[in-house]
């Protein structure tokens, strides 16, 4: 009897442990809820500047609603598109796992919704926290399109930091005084560079260092003492920029959605695309304390060097002691426009809260020299060819400047298996080699035009170094991987060298983003595995 007694003991106990697994899984899924939503995306008159434009909105509001889920929940959005443009909508850094069709970007994962269509995105968060966003991608509407994406912890799961006693997004952006997609439209006419931005907000508005804008400045209320989370996310089209409050340290905690060990600064810096979660608290002078952000602007060309900003005020400072006057806000000290140094040391001091699983051993290495090329006219005189000598600007990767599809989306075309949409011989290194942050030869600032795709094996592990060029300038290139985090392990300044720079990287505890910059005249590496499939 007793190997009878000695063997049911552990029966019961792995009969008792599945028990708990299968309450444990069925509350897991009790708690994930499923948020629906309506988008529509029309043009509503908006009001800046002193002056009233027909802007492309969401359900009238720009920026548009705040998406609030925890992980694990899923999101079901009903895009109807009752504006005058093409339009898709992307949930930029959501891993959108096995749902690439979801993603939305226009051309690429799907063909864009059409005047008086609609299209419903349906996708799940799966161990996701922290501050994404989502934006229009097709053209230039995002400009006016996106909004906050807040995914929370599960219940019963705490945040890895103090608990803030009240949140909010800021989402900075940039207002031009006109149609963005009209500013977009002559820059493709003309060939030079787009007009720059008039101004940049602070949660859709410029702040009272523009004209017409003091009134609606916006004002976030604080009680002494108490610890606030923003949440900032760079929604802006084109430009890096500097944020701070005035005499406030923020403590970072977290970016694109992903926890860091804790820092405390003076000033972040953000580029388009990024998020940046930070801690303030409420510690100095009952007072009014501004909130501002203006340009970090690395390349050698024109610049919106203005302004945005938005009110902290202390509750018992509301008025000041003298004729119920409002009290003048203190302003804080933002870096230069072009203070490198600062940004520099600002990313360098992100990392990972702990020991993470990086890729050691790389299946595809890939090297992309990143930045702009010049397209050569037979005409200088045209007004197509207003660049610079008589050219017309390209972006350019490898010495590839991309041609998205018209009328097949990417996706489409590889799970169809429909012939010439594109081809899979993106060059995975520059087709030549050439001193790449150095006086760069004219016979190499000619791109070619091309669909062309990199084909990656299914859980390959994935080294990419985004390496700046000085063709036309240097510059800080946010590049951003659809469906996908990846590590940040190493960075620099002049050319990459593949003998010396990797044994330099942080294979220990780099931070996991999903857009990051290429410093300007510098590199970048990051590594992921390609264990999501798609179109990216």
């Not at 994404?132 to 097709?138: F, G, I, Q, V």
């Not at 902290?312 to 203070?339: M, V």
């Not at 035009?449 to 036309?472: A, E, M, P, R």
Request: charged fraction near 15%; glycine fraction near 6%; hydrophobic fraction near 35%.
């Amino acid at each position: 009897m007793e190997p009878h007694i000695l063997s049911a003991k552990p029966c019961t106990f792995y009969l008792f442990s599945c028990i708990l697994l299968i309450f444990a899984f069925l509350a897991s899924f009790a708690s994930a809820a499923i948020h629906y939503h309506e988008f529509v995306i029309e043009a509503k008159p908006v009001k800046r500047l002193c002056r009233t434009h027909s802007t492309i909105t969401v359900n009238g509001q720009y920026p548009g609603p705040t998406l609030e889920v925890r992980d694990g929940d899923t999101l079901v959005i009903k895009a109807i598109n009752k504006a005058r443009y093409n339009v898709t909508l992307h949930w930029h850094g959501v891993r959108q796992l096995r749902n690439p069709w979801a993603d939305g970007p226009e051309y690429v994962t799907q063909c864009p919704i059409q005047p008086g269509r609609s299209y419903t995105y349906q996708f799940t968060i799966q161990n996701q926290e922290g501050t994404l966003w989502w934006h229009a991608h097709s053209k230039w509407l995002r400009a006016t399109v996106h909004g906050a994406l807040i995914i929370y912890p599960k219940l019963g799961s705490p945040y890895p930091f103090p608990m803030p006693k009240r949140e909010m997004p800021v989402i900075l952006g940039e207002w031009w005084d006109r149609n963005p997609l009209d500013v977009l439209k002559l820059a493709l006419f003309t060939g030079g560079a787009p007009n720059v931005s008039d101004a940049y907000t602070i949660n859709g508005q410029p702040g009272d260092l523009y004209r017409c804008s003091s009134k609606e400045t916006a004002i976030y209320p604080v009680e002494a003492g108490e610890t606030i989370l923003l949440r900032i996310i760079n929604s802006a089209l084109n430009q890096e920029l500097y944020f701070g409050v005035a005499n406030h340290k923020l403590t970072v905690v977290a970016v694109d959605a992903s926890y860091t060990k804790p820092f405390t600064t003076n000033v972040i810096m953000i580029a388009p695309g990024q998020t940046t979660d930070v801690l303030l608290t409420a510690d100095q002078p009952p007072a009014r304390y501004y909130m501002a952000a203006h340009a970090y602007n690395t390349a050698n060309a024109a610049f919106d060097n203005t302004t945005t900003t938005a009110i902290l005020e202390y509750e018992s400072a509301h008025y000041s002691a003298k004729g119920g006057k409002y009290l003048k806000p203190i302003f804080p000290q933002l870096p230069g426009f072009n203070d490198t140094a600062t940004a520099t040391a600002f990313t360098a001091q992100i990392r990972s809260p702990c020991k993470v699983k990086v890729p050691i051993e790389i299946d595809e290495s890939l090297f992309f020299t990143v930045g702009l090329g010049l397209i050569n006219c037979k005409n200088k005189n045209s007004p197509r060819c207003q660049g610079p000598n008589g050219t017309r600007f390209a972006a350019s990767i490898n010495n590839v400047s991309f041609v998205l599809p018209r009328s097949t989306s990417l996706m489409q075309a590889y799970y169809q298996d429909q012939p010439g949409v594109f081809t899979t011989d993106f060059p995975p290194v520059p087709p030549i080699q050439f001193d790449y942050t150095g006086n760069v030869s004219r016979g190499l600032w000619q791109p070619v035009k091309g669909t062309k795709l990199v084909k990656l094996k299914f859980g390959s592990k994935v080294q990419i170094v985004f390496q700046d060029t000085s063709i036309v300038t240097v510059e800080d290139h946010p590049m951003h991987i659809h469906g996908y985090e990846f590590y940040v392990v190493g960075s620099g300044f002049g050319n990459f060298d593949p003998k010396n720079d990797p044994a330099k990287f942080n294979l220990v505890d780099p931070p996991r983003r999903n857009t990051i910059g290429t410093p300007p005249g510098g590199w970048v590496a990051i590594r992921f595995v390609a264990d999501n499939p798609g179109t990216i």
